[in-house]
């Protein structure tokens, strides 16, 4: 049998792990095919693309983006896009120096809460890649603000907690149909840790057409309600490890893989979304 992870993070988003890393660890594990999906950044596709090549480790163009409802934080991944579009590109340009701003928003409001923290100490974490909560987490950690990841998002930037800021607002449609248009497939990320069912009806009717039931963060109850839901919207059942490296404390790739056959269904699927939506 052969297996693939589908939701990998790189260092252009905020993974620990290089391109190198990354296609290294997902061999090691035996996987066949790794979709690469950093938030809101398509770079680390190609870089990924040209080692596995050689490794022989099948690399799926992906992506995942963020959609804010006033009492939600949903995740939106893609995947075989036609990455190198142009407006594409500039898009998502446009989104990462939202991110940019938000880094320096969220700055502020940690310092006027007499939380120590240097933006340039974030921003120097993140590299090239796209800048988030998880770079000024681990920014904060350093400069012995918190004493656990956990502890900067439980107490100051999870989502609507006090020093938490939203990047550029994009509505589900918009999100939706920006994948839908490169000839992505739209797939709902980890929906369990957005904890809203209820917003699964309105993504469905703009063009959602997977679900991410198998993920590192899915105990067995999670799956079997995602289980059913898919059934119930006819969505496809995708899974990924949504590994960070060591981001997260852990190595999680390969923990999460679902049989290669999904791969060949999502793919047909964009080939669908190409000819038919455009
Ligand atoms: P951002 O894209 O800047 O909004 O940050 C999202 C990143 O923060 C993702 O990698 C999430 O997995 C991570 N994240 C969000 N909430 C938590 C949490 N409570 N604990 C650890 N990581 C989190
Ligand atoms: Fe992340
Ligand atoms: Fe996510
Ligand atoms: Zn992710």
Known sequence: MKYADLHVHT???DSTFSPEEVVACAKE???SAIAICDHDSVSGVDPCMEIGSALGVEIIPG???????VDAEIHLLGYFMDYKVEWFGKKLKEIQLGRINRIHKMVEKLNAANVRIDADDVFKLAGKGSVGRLHL???LLKAGSIRTIREAFDKYIGFLKPCYVPNIRFTPHEAIDTILKVGGVPVLAHPNIMGKDEYLPELVECGLRGIEVY???HRSAAIKHYEELAKEYDLLL???SDCHGLGKGK???GGVMVPYTLVEKLREESDRIKRDYR
């Open 137 to 139: 987490a681990q920014a």
């Open 29 to 31: 594990k035996g996987l």
């Open 238 to 240: 995708t899974g990924g």
């Open 63 to 69: 992506i995942e983006l963020t959609v804010e409802k």
């Open 251 to 253: 190595i999680l790739l």
């Open 215 to 217: 993920h590192t963060d």
């Open 11 to 13: 260092f252009y988003s």
